[in-house]
């Protein structure tokens, strides 16, 4: 048994839905989360400077002596995943192969679409990760950009979400998906809404709930997991405002949000 933290980290908030959902499924492991605000989106940004701000975070979690490492950040996951096992002495888990993984599953060879950021899309990651598994499988790939912000704003059924999400479902509606990849954290808190869009027939998968499963397994296997009667301490820990991070997570995760540090890097 080990009582040492999960470390957790995202290029910002989105990552708390990632967070949440391992709080739920392993209710005695203690965390230690990292969102770079300071240098969020990642989106837009380079796989090689992706890779590096990735890197340096890595360092930074092994120093606080953390068992296994969460990327709760899908451009991270496509980008950095493969770069980070390489030189991690602790398992690193993402979060695209355990959304591929249930997206294969639930949409039972329909068609499966992936919306996440522009980075993300562009990588190509989710398409590549359903194929290894399907070979066959039919992907529809969107970016949704302006999705991010709305959900920073709070703005879950604001009827400019509405309309933009009308606008971004269009194409994956008129493509009959089965299943559709929430391929960025912060999209879940839209799960209603994007329900609604593409009618009660399509299979929403949640990538943070899919890797929360994973987790639960590597800890298992690696025997890491922490006693059952442990009492878990959960830490956050931002490169830059505070303040921000505090008002806008505990949209994310509630009561468990009363304070973070900041560590700037880079």
Same mark, same amino acid.
């Given at each position: 048994? +080990?009582?040492?933290?999960?470390?957790?980290?995202?290029?910002?908030?989105?990552?708390?839905?990632?967070?949440?959902?391992?709080?739920?499924?392993?209710?005695?492991?203690? /965390? &230690?989360?990292?969102?770079? !605000?300071?240098?969020?989106?990642?989106?837009?940004?380079?796989?090689? /400077?992706?890779?590096?701000?990735?890197?340096?975070?890595?360092?930074?979690?092994? %120093?606080?002596?953390?068992?296994?490492?969460?990327?709760?950040?899908?451009?991270?996951?496509?980008?950095?995943?493969?770069?980070?096992?390489?030189?991690?002495?602790?398992? &690193?888990?993402?979060?695209?192969?355990?959304? %591929?993984?249930?997206?294969?599953?639930? =949409?039972?060879? *329909? !068609?499966?679409?992936?919306? *996440? !950021?522009?980075?993300?899309?562009?990588? +190509?990651?989710?398409?590549?990760?359903?194929? +290894?598994?399907?070979?066959?499988?039919?992907?529809?790939?969107?970016?949704?950009?302006?999705?991010?912000?709305? &959900?920073?704003?709070?703005?879950?059924?604001?009827? %400019?979400?509405?309309?933009?999400?009308?606008?971004?479902?269009?194409?994956?509606?008129?493509?009959?998906?089965?299943?559709?990849? $929430?391929?960025? !954290?912060?999209?879940? $808190?839209?799960?209603?809404? $994007?329900?609604?869009?593409?009618?009660?027939?399509?299979?929403?998968?949640?990538?943070?709930?899919?890797?929360?499963?994973?987790?639960?397994?590597?800890?298992?296997?690696?025997?890491? =997991?922490?006693?059952?009667?442990?009492?878990?301490?959960?830490?956050?820990?931002?490169?830059?405002?505070?303040?921000?991070?505090?008002?806008?997570?505990?949209?994310?995760?509630?009561?468990? $949000?009363?304070?973070?540090?900041?560590?700037?890097?880079?």
């Amino acid at each position: 048994m +080990n009582r040492s933290p999960i470390g957790i980290f995202d290029s910002g908030i989105g990552g708390l839905t990632v967070a949440r959902a391992i709080y739920d499924r392993l209710p005695h492991e203690s /965390t &230690v989360y990292f969102g770079d !605000t300071a240098r969020v989106p990642y989106g837009p940004k380079s796989p090689e /400077t992706v890779r590096r701000y990735s890197r340096e975070i890595l360092d930074w979690l092994l %120093a606080e002596r953390v068992k296994a490492v969460v990327i709760a950040c899908n451009t991270s996951t496509a980008h950095a995943l493969e770069a980070l096992r390489e030189v991690s002495p602790v398992p &690193v888990i993402g979060v695209i192969e355990p959304g %591929a993984r249930a997206a294969v599953a639930a =949409a039972a060879g *329909g !068609t499966i679409g992936v919306i *996440g !950021t522009a980075g993300t899309i562009a990588s +190509n990651a989710y398409a590549r990760a359903i194929r +290894n598994r399907a070979p066959d499988a039919r992907v529809e790939q969107q970016a949704c950009p302006l999705f991010v912000p709305l &959900v920073e704003e709070g703005w879950f059924e604001h009827p %400019a979400a509405r309309l933009i999400a009308a606008e971004y479902m269009a194409p994956l509606r008129d493509a009959g998906i089965s299943a559709l990849v $929430l391929g960025c !954290t912060h999209y879940p $808190l839209l799960r209603p809404l $994007l329900q609604e869009e593409l009618g009660p027939g399509v299979m929403l998968i949640d990538s943070g709930a899919e890797t929360a499963h994973v987790v639960e397994e590597v800890l298992r296997r690696e025997g890491l =997991a922490a006693e059952a009667d442990a009492t878990p301490e959960h830490r956050f820990v931002v490169s830059d405002d505070a303040a921000r991070f505090r008002a806008v997570g505990s949209r994310f995760i509630g009561e468990r $949000l009363t304070e973070a540090e900041i560590v700037p890097l880079g």
